[in-house]
């Protein structure tokens, strides 16, 4: 084996470097152009009733309807039965 026989191999490793690397570079500029091309497209009008995510919108809450099963009147039951905050606690009045 002569001496420019590892040369010669040294040089073609490196023409397959320098080929993988403008490949990449190439991938690379492929990409941006994409990029470029969608930057420069209008954006699209807005269309609220259009929306993907309107299926994932919760109904709205009314204070007639049924909340986790409990009726308005009971809801309101309950609201009276809580304390309001300028009434001294139950603590006050323990025996302790």
Same mark, same amino acid.
């Given at each position: ?5 590892? #040369? ?8 397959? /470097? #320098? ?20 930057l #420069? ?5 807005? &269309?609220?009733?259009? !929306? ?9 809450? /009314? ?7 409990? /009726?308005? !009147?009971? &809801?309101? *039951?309950?609201?009276? #039965?809580? /304390?309001?905050? &300028? *009434?001294?606690?139950?603590t006050?009045? !323990?025996?302790?």
């Amino acid at each position: 084996m002569s001496i420019v026989e590892p #040369a010669r191999e040294r040089i073609v490793r490196q023409l397959r /470097s #320098a080929v993988d690397r403008l490949r990449d570079d190439m991938d690379r500029v492929e990409f941006w152009t994409d990029v470029l091309g969608c930057l #420069a497209q209008p954006i699209p009008d807005y &269309d609220p009733g259009g !929306s993907r995510l309107n299926q994932f919108r919760l109904p709205r809450w /009314s204070a007639a309807a049924p909340r986790n099963g409990v /009726s308005a !009147s009971s &809801d309101t *039951e309950m609201q009276d #039965a809580i /304390s309001p905050l &300028d *009434e001294p606690s139950n603590t006050v009045r !323990s025996r302790r």
